[in-house]
C-alpha cells in the first residue's frame, strides 16, 4: 500500500484523524446496530436533503451508487467527497488535488493502515435510522473541515 503523501499525513494528524473516525466507529458500531436492525433501502431524496442542510450542494452518482459533494477550490487545492451508503454502512472517500495531481481518493479505511500499520482496521458506521445518518454525516463534515483547515 502506498503511502500517504507528507502534506495529507501531517494534516490527517492534526485533526487527530484516527482518533476521531475510531470514536465514530464506536459510537455507530454493529453491536448498536446489529444486521437486521440496519437501514439498508436509503430514500436518496432524504439523503441529499441532509447534505444540503449541512451547507453542501450534493449530486449523486447513479452508475457507480455514491453520493458526491460538488468540488471545492482553495487556494491551490481541490477538495471532494464521495459518501457510499451500502449495507447500512457508510464508506467515505476524501479528494484532494493539488495543482491538477491526486493527493488523496482513497477509503478513509486505508488511512487508518497507512498512518499506523498496515493490520490497522477501523470499522465502518453503522446505521439503523435516518436520524443516526444525519448524527454521523455531521461528525464527518466537522471533520472534512477541520481537515481542509489543516492542509492550507
Known amino acids: 500500500m502506498a503511502e500517504l503523501n507528507p502534506k495529507i499525513k501531517d494534516a490527517l494528524l492534526k485533526i487527530s484523524f484516527i482518533e476521531r473516525y475510531e470514536k465514530l466507529s464506536a459510537q455507530f458500531c454493529a453491536a448498536r446496530t446489529p444486521v437486521h436492525d440496519r437501514l439498508i433501502y ?3 431524496e432524504e439523503v441529499m436533503e441532509m447534505i444540503q442542510a449541512a451547507g453542501y450542494s450534493p449530486r449523486f452518482n447513479s452508475k457507480e451508487k455514491f453520493f458526491k ?5 482553495i487556494g491551490k487545492y481541490t477538495f471532494g467527497i464521495h459518501i457510499i451508503l451500502r449495507d447500512g454502512m457508510v464508506d467515505l472517500v476524501w479528494l484532494v488535488s493539488e495543482g491538477g495531481m491526486l493527493l ?3 477509503p478513509w479505511g486505508t488511512y487508518s493502515r497507512r498512518l499506523i ?3 490497522y482496521r477501523i470499522k465502518k458506521p453503522v446505521f439503523g ?7 454521523i454525516l455531521k461528525i464527518v463534515f466537522g471533520m472534512y473541515e477541520d481537515f481542509k483547515n489543516a492542509l492550507q
Open 104 to 106: 488523496l481518493g482513497s
Open 117 to 119: 500499520d498496515l493490520n
Open 69 to 73: 459533494i460538488e468540488e471545492e477550490y
Open 42 to 44: 436509503i430514500d436518496g
Open 129 to 135: 435510522t435516518y436520524e443516526d445518518l444525519e448524527t
